[in-house]
């Protein structure tokens, strides 16, 4: 049973070839997202919903029944009417007595004009709309959330392969030092600053490998994604147009609330008209023992009456109001500290480039002077070490730069 499940699994899952890039991975999130099943339900709930709304009152046929009984008389009294929609048929029973029926319509005018499944079919409208921005929001923040993850799994496969390539370099080092130091050239101190450096990106090249399994899983289980072998590419995004997504960003918040506020209006419009309109019945009925018609007319209104629908409803307009406003002004706001936190990654990744170019220079500068002997091995490890950490620190200012873009162009989408 296991292994069908693991089968089936996989099937669900989407396998690439030898290297897949991180546009591929987003498109794979859009089609297999648990989000996009989700919303499938929930138009389906939605449609059968409208399907039931516009039944009206024809939604199934209701059933009454009623017994009484007269003691002084001693006898039963069985009346039953059955209503679908406007028409209804009702009867009455008394031991050893005919039969009473009778057939009929009544017709609810204010209804006719407007009902109450007119009014939620309105909103039913706004709410697929609502639904629909959800889903795009709810699926925007998975492919963040993708590519926050992709952008990890690349910080540390760099810090990986730098690393590696490090300690192959320190390999060679390593080998020529232990040789000057059983000859008496180097001090210990020298050998022991090489070999501590040594030892250490040993134990962290064993820790990121471990990460990387780790973050595959993840791939895995949190978006039905099966990395394998597969080389993922470098991440790559122009700012082309980077203003155009930024003016997008917070839009579909925005319309949401304005069709929140499109539903309170028309709950208030129907609680206003069904508070201000009395009811009106006209109705015809045919007594099916004697034949005998009848056409009526009936009225009824509530006088005096205060209804707490309406300041419930008032009270839930005038806040999506106040609430509207702030959000535009939010939005505004962000689409600034979205700005400035785009120059700030971009300066971060220039100086962070700058000053790796300068480490390297003096790092080789060093290795020269070393061999020259105006400077000892330990002065050269230093150099070593910080280029080393400001290799990697570049690498992931220059990913989040990058991810940050994409992170801006599928927001403003």
């Known amino acids: 049973m296991k292994k069908i499940l693991l089968g089936q699994i996989i099937l669900g899952t989407f396998l690439y070839g030898s290297e897949v890039s991180l546009d591929e991975l987003l498109k794979s999130v859009e089609k297999n997202s648990y989000e996009n099943k989700l919303y499938n339900i929930k138009k389906e709930e939605n449609k059968e919903q409208e399907k039931i709304l516009k039944k009206g009152k024809y939604n199934g046929i209701n059933i009454q029944g009623e017994s009484e009984y007269k003691k002084n008389q001693e006898k039963y009294i069985l009346k039953n009417k059955a209503t679908f929609g406007d028409f209804y048929i009702e009867g009455e029973k008394e031991k050893q007595l005919n ?57 540390n496969e760099f ?27 180097i001090s210990k101190i020298d050998l022991n600053s090489l070999m501590v450096t040594y030892n250490n990106l040993q134990l962290e090249i064993k820790n990121i490998k471990s990460i990387l399994k780790q973050i595959k899983k993840i791939f895995f ?20 147009n980077l203003e155009k997504y930024i003016k997008n960003i917070g839009k579909n918040s925005i319309e949401k609330l304005e069709l929140e506020k499109n539903i309170s209006e028309e709950n208030l419009k129907y609680i206003k008209y069904d508070n201000k309109v009395p009811e009106f019945y006209i109705g015809g009925e045919r007594n099916l023992e004697n034949s005998d018609n009848r056409i009526f007319l009936r009225f009824s209104k509530d006088i005096f009456y205060e209804d707490t629908r309406y300041i419930e409803e008032k009270s839930s307009l005038e806040k999506i109001n106040i609430n509207l ?76 730069l990058n991810s940050y873009m994409y992170i801006i162009k599928i927001k403003g989408e």
Do not use: P, W
């Open 221 to 240: 289980y949190e978006f039905q994604i099966e990395i394998g072998d597969q080389k993922l590419k470098e991440i790559h995004s122009e700012n082309n």
């Open 99 to 155: 039969s009473k029926g009778s057939l009929g319509i009544e017709i609810s005018l204010k209804d006719k004009i407007f009902s109450r499944e007119d009014s939620q079919l309105r909103n039913l409208t706004n709410k697929k709309y609502i639904d629909k921005i959800d889903y795009i929001e709810n699926l925007k923040n998975e492919k963040i959330k993708l590519i926050e993850l992709y952008k990890n799994y690349k910080d």
């Open 325 to 400: 406003e702030r959000e535009k002004n939010k939005i505004l706001s962000d689409h600034y500290k979205i700005e400035d936190s785009y120059f700030t990654l971009e300066k971060e990744f220039l100086i962070l480039k700058n000053r790796s170019t300068l480490e390297k220079d003096k790092y080789e500068i060093k290795k020269i002077e070393n061999k020259l002997g105006k400077i000892s091995y330990t002065e050269v490890m230093e150099t070593f070490d910080n280029y080393l950490e400001l290799e990697v620190l570049k690498e992931k200012a220059k990913n989040s």
């Open 159 to 185: 810090e990986l392969k730098l690393k590696e390539n490090a300690l192959k370099t320190l390999e060679k080092e390593k080998s020529i030092l232990e040789k000057s130091y059983s000859l008496g050239n």
